[in-house]
């Protein structure tokens, strides 16, 4: 799992001082959407059965020497 990054966020606020707005680096920005993205597909896939790792390597090894 990857380490929640550091953000720097710049805020814009109104007359009163509220924060009405946020300003990232489009980098982090990015990232953030990707990530969303991700969490959506995991929960999405919750439910889903999975495969063990080791079928899923003797797969991927049977592929191999089958040359597909």
């Known amino acids: 799992m990857r380490a929640v990054p ?3 966020p710049q805020y814009i ?3 009163q001082g509220r924060k009405t707005a946020v300003i990232l ?3 982090q920005y990015d990232q ?3 990530d969303l993205a991700d969490i959506a597909v995991a929960a ?4 889903e059965s999975s495969i ?4 899923v390597i003797a797969g991927l ?3 191999k020497t089958s040359g597909v």
């Not at 999405?44 to 439910?47: A, P």
């Open 6 to 8: 550091e953000l720097h």
């Open 13 to 15: 606020t109104d007359s």
């Open 25 to 27: 680096p489009i980098e």
């Open 32 to 34: 953030l959407l990707a």
């Open 44 to 47: 999405e896939r919750r439910e």
């Open 52 to 55: 063990p790792h080791d079928r």
């Open 61 to 63: 090894e049977e592929d």
